[in-house]
């Protein structure tokens, strides 16, 4: 191959599914759409393991979160593995106002929840019935028309390491808007 070749790149242009393997098709049911208000979108065997069965989630934003399912499992009841190889959370985008009620929500449901500020946003940290970490996040700005989230971190960001700083806050996030909307 020649170096050309090499060094082109395959350019992703989003994030299209995820899936994950869970236990039976009640308890993914009961979770991603019962707790977490996913609507069930459709479901089909498993075409890379009939024995397993596949249902679809829409997360909210109209791309897909994906389960395959087993009536012979049972929920884990254990923390997932964290290690090299493992996914170790999965996030999810929330209003401010679900965000704020979210704790008290989970937890009436008996689902342990950690807090957690980031600087750049706040997250609500609990796990699925398999043990997997799932956060809920929201982010501590807002969007400007016609920028996307990750142009206003890429600009905090910048600004944060230039002035020296050791995590995004408020007032990186709130200069990066400013400049980005005098462009």
């Known amino acids: 191959m020649t170096r050309d070749v090499l060094s082109r ?4 242009q989003g994030l299209h599914h995820v899936t994950i393997v869970g236990s039976t098709r009640q308890s993914a ?27 679809y989630f ?11 399912t087993d009536e012979g499992r049972v929920d884990a009841g254990r923390d997932a593995p964290r290690e090299p190889g493992t996914v170790e959370h999965l996030a999810f985008t929330v209003s401010r106002a679900t965000f704020q009620l979210a704790p008290a929500r989970l937890r009436a449901r008996g689902i342990e929840v950690l807090e957690r ?40 960001y910048e600004l944060r390491v230039a002035r020296g700083d050791d995590y995004l806050s408020p007032e990186h996030l709130a200069d990066a808007i400013e400049e980005l909307l005098r462009r």
Do not use: I
Request: hydrophobic share 40%; with cysteine; net charge negative.
């Open 9 to 12: 790149r395959v350019q992703v």
């Open 29 to 55: 049911l009961d979770f991603w759409e019962g707790v977490l208000g996913m609507p069930f979108v459709f479901e089909q065997p498993n075409l890379g393991n009939p024995a397993e069965n596949h249902l």
């Open 58 to 68: 829409d997360p909210g934003d109209g791309r897909l979160l994906t389960v395959f």
């Open 117 to 156: 500020d980031r600087g750049f946003m706040d997250s609500l940290y609990f796990r699925d019935p398999n043990g997997m970490k799932v956060e809920l996040a929201c982010y501590k700005f807002q969007t400007p028309e016609g920028l996307r989230d990750a142009d206003v971190l890429r600009r905090a």
